[in-house]
């Protein structure tokens, strides 16, 4: 079944933001006309997504403010200004927002532009939760823009994952994923990372990828604003 709840990771401090983000939470930073945060927003309404549980922190209000308006998905704020919990910490906080059923994870500090087919279509049409604990989508070097770190999985014929360790033929996790909630069985509550889970899934062969199509756009540094508007445009002009 197609998920209709989602997590979006949108506490994050954005320190390489700076100075911007020292008056604005980095998923409020526009690229394009629109912000990070409604990027992730859009791509979920547009894949049907009922629900999003946004967690906050770190100038808190003008997120909560900014989503107030926001018909689909509904918006529901996960509190996490008394401490930042990690993308895993704060997912074990939201979990009795999100239900027993398997969600979409998107992080609010990238975003994308499909080609073809919306990814997180693509995405619940390969989820097969009798195999999968965590599918994750990824993209290739190409096909990114503001990314310097390498690639994180190698894949399998299956779509299982492995670590790539840097290998140049692996692919990059594009800050999106289908998660199914039983992982977080006997979770440790408190700031702890995603990576702990990916890794568990990984021995247990249950960590999968799915490529996606399109561009995928980061944006770590206030001189990559205008690199990730030009990779915008460019995308558009293509699916046009």
């Known amino acids: 079944m197609k998920p209709t709840t989602a997590m ?6 954005g ?6 983000t020292d008056t604005m939470p980095k998923p409020l930073v526009k690229i394009a006309g629109k912000t990070l945060l409604d990027w992730g927003l859009d791509s979920l309404e547009a894949a049907g997504a009922a629900k999003a549980v946004v967690n906050v ?9 900014h989503v107030a308006g926001r018909k689909a ?8 200004r008394e401490a930042l919990l990690d993308s895993a910490g704060g997912i074990v ?18 975003f994308w532009i499909d080609s073809g087919e919306p990814s997180l279509e693509r995405l619940a049409l390969a989820w097969d939760a009798t195999r999968m604990d965590i599918l994750l989508m990824l993209t290739d070097l190409d096909s990114a823009t503001g990314h310097c770190v390498g690639t994180d999985f190698l894949v399998a014929a299956d779509g299982a994952l492995q670590r790539s360790k840097g290998d140049p033929t692996g692919l990059i996790y594009a800050g999106a994923a289908i998660i199914h909630p039983r992982i977080f069985k006997n979770a440790p ?8 889970y990916f890794d568990k899934a990984i021995a247990a062969g249950r960590l999968f990828g799915m490529k996606m199509n399109g561009s995928w756009i980061t944006v770590g ?20």
Do not use: C, W
């Open 221 to 240: 540094t206030p001189d990559a604003i205008p690199v990730a508007e030009a990779a915008v445009a460019g995308a558009l002009a293509k699916a046009v």
């Open 189 to 196: 509550t408190g700031s702890h990372s995603l990576n702990l």
């Open 8 to 13: 979006v990771l949108a506490a994050g401090l």
């Open 57 to 65: 922190h770190y100038l808190s209000e003008q997120i909560i403010a």
């Open 73 to 80: 998905p509904k918006v529901v704020i996960s509190d996490e």
């Open 93 to 110: 906080q939201a979990l009795p927002l999100l239900g027993d059923a398997p969600f979409y994870v998107v992080n609010a500090d990238t």
């Open 15 to 20: 320190k390489r933001m700076r100075p911007i």
